[in-house]
């Protein structure tokens, strides 16, 4: 097997499997209208089936890490990734709502397994401000996919049909598996791998489910996506019916994201190890706060309107790609034996709340973009104090907390 030679190839690959996450997510948003027309369905029952996808995701993703912990990073991926294959021919098939809601579950339930596993390769292979900068840059590099996926997926409906989107998703998976045969290392030695039995996974989900660290540094960064994904979620209804754009005009919303995305990784990658964790977070945290007062100002006294309706997004996407890679790294740390389940719990947490936005509060507030500000602005105030919880748990626990939950965040 051929491996990556440089941290660059490596970084490209992680994030080309990232990727599959929001392709799998933006690149079908802009064919509900046609999804609803061809399978004679309701919008609800369309919505349904990102809600399905979140779902399953969420609860799979649980079990990735645990998987890579006892049977290798690398064929887990693999196989993965062939599931999602089967799954997408499935759902470009389709010839009524229920299957695809069906089909929907089984791309949730493989979907995750990349991103995951990727962050664990990266922290069993590098530590420090070099895992730091690795992580920026799989962020950069995947940060193009939340643009350029509804995009795609807009031109690709109206040139072709909403199932080619479908088949452009199992070529994409098939190009993956091919390149991760090839280049993926593996990261975790077989002496290093723990046991699949239900008695060692029980106590080491309960030693993570167990940690008040875990909850409030994993509930940060998925707080803080929280707030974007209400708008990925809320962005049929935010941009077509609030901003009267067509369904190949998402990148009015998703290139000002993606832009935040990139340059707060950017920002990351220069500033590892020059920086302290908690000053990083809490500058990340003034962009958040910032984007978010000014989007319910704005949206309290004026009418939606270009680009004053999108920009804030730019500044939250911006400041919660500051503040995830540090934090992120810091709940890979508190348990570092199991760090692939630990990814998974993250991710679960994460997945989890996104499902919750998409099935329940982003159709409750999407009527009003004045809603969809406040609800925003909520999630990140959420995401400081868990934060600054977090925080003031560890300096009051910092004799008494096991080894693994004295990272420091200075």
Known sequence: MKQPSTRGGLAFLLAALAMLGPFSVDTYLPAFPAIEASLHTTPIQVQQTLTAYMFSFAVMILWHGALSDAFGRRNIIIGSLAVFCVASLGCAAVHSIEYLWAFRVLQGVSAGAGVVIGRAIIRDLYSGPDAARLLSLVTMIFSVAPALAPILGGWIVKILDWRSIFLFLFLYTALLIWACYKRLPESLPVHLRQPFSPRVLVVNYKRVFGSPLFHLKAGTVAFN?????????????????????????????????????FLGALTVNRLAGSIAVGRQVLIGFAFLIGAGIFNLAYHAFLPPALPWSVMPLFFYAFGMSVVAPGVTLLVLDLFPDIRGLVASCQSFTQTMLAAVVSGVIAPFLSHSVLWLAAGQLAFTV????LWMGGRSYHLAHKDNVNAWETVPVE
Request: aromatic share 18%; net charge negative; charged share 0%.
């Open 225 to 261: 996506f929280a707030g974007l994904f209400l708008y990925v979620a809320a962005a049929p209804v935010f941009l077509t019916q609030h901003l009267g754009l067509g369904p190949d005009q998402f990148a009015w919303q998703f290139v000002p994201t993606v832009g935040g995305i």
């Open 382 to 385: 959420i995401a400081l104090c």
